[in-house]
């Protein structure tokens, strides 16, 4: 599987489940967090009114002249949520369109959202691809990385793969 922006978020969050979403262990479709997060996806999309667009297989929440906003459901993997939304950056310079990113946590229930602005920067761009490159040598080892043991592990759609 090649490098995309979800395998940089899991790699952030848990290099196992990094790990077992690039070698096409799919067991989340059953997972209630990602239902959730899905859902928000739905609603956000209506409430704006179709801007939400695709570039080869990714989809993005919202694209305006100065932002591209990801939206995310949970503020728990802050890191991860923001490498994501670098890589989609790079993506979208590749073909030319620069742009901000705007990240934003909206949590179930919660009227109030977290935001962070984030650059694309040289030396952000050079860490971007050393991570791609771990990556893609965390996907070509014969066995997976050992289960992280931690609170988040309950919301995860492998949790049952890895502790059951
Ligand atoms: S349950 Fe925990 S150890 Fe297993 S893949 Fe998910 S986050 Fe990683």
Request: aromatic fraction near 10%; proline fraction near 1%; hydrophobic fraction near 30%.
């Amino acid at each position: 599987m090649r490098v995309n922006g979800t395998l940089i978020n899991y790699y952030f969050h848990c290099k196992r489940q990094c790990y077992l979403h690039g070698n096409r262990l799919n067991l989340e479709d059953n997972s209630e967090q990602v239902k959730i997060g899905k859902a928000i996806h739905q609603e956000r999309a209506e409430d704006s009114k179709n801007t939400e667009i695709a570039i080869e297989n990714i989809r993005l929440d919202k694209l305006t002249k100065e932002y591209l906003t990801e939206i995310k459901k949970s503020d728990a993997d802050v890191e991860a949520a923001k490498w994501q939304l670098l890589y989609y950056l790079s993506v979208l310079k590749s073909k030319g369109i620069v742009r901000k990113g705007r990240l934003e946590f909206v949590e179930k229930n919660k009227k109030d959202k977290k935001i962070f602005i984030l650059e694309l920067t040289k030396e952000l761009e050079e860490k971007l691809d050393f991570y791609i490159t771990q990556i893609e040598q965390l996907l070509e080892e014969e066995e997976p990385p050992e289960c992280i043991h931690k609170a988040t592990c309950k919301k995860c759609a492998y949790y049952e793969y890895c502790y059951v």
